[in-house]
């Protein structure tokens, strides 16, 4: 009832830019915070950037003052501009979503987006 659906990644070089975008839908939840997540192959995955319904954001130490996070709530979709990209910042980007109904809440992931970034 609860789905998440990244897009937006790809290949870039080092200096780049990227936006991703995460377009969620139900049926009958209700979203509530939403953010991003890396993963690297061999790395634990790592919180990039949350924001609240609200739009209340939070951001983890890789990105901080380089990705801006933002939500667009009629849409029900979260994004993440990127900027001065890093190899370091090569991974699968994962959407997240906390979502509630009367009686029900749970979180939430997307299948994720791949980013590559060269040097």
């Known amino acids: 009832q609860v789905h998440l659906v990244e897009s937006g990644g790809g290949f870039v070089q080092t200096g780049g830019s990227l936006r991703l975008s995460c377009a969620g839908s139900?049926?009958?939840?209700?979203?509530?915070?939403m953010g991003w997540y890396r993963q690297a192959p061999g790395q634990e995955r790592e919180m990039v950037a949350t924001?609240?319904?609200?739009?209340?954001?939070n951001y983890g130490d890789s990105g901080k003052g380089r990705f801006t996070i933002s939500r667009d709530n009629t849409k029900k979709t979260i994004y993440l501009q990127m900027n001065a990209l890093m190899p370091e910042d090569t991974a699968v980007y994962y959407c997240?979503?906390?979502?509630?109904?009367?009686?029900?809440?749970?979180?939430?992931w997307g299948q994720g987006t791949q980013v590559t970034v060269s040097s």
């Open positions: 997240n979503a906390y979502a509630w109904r009367p009686g029900q809440r749970g979180t939430y």
């Open positions: 139900t049926t009958d939840y209700n979203f509530l915070d």
């Open positions: 924001i609240t319904l609200g739009g209340v954001p």
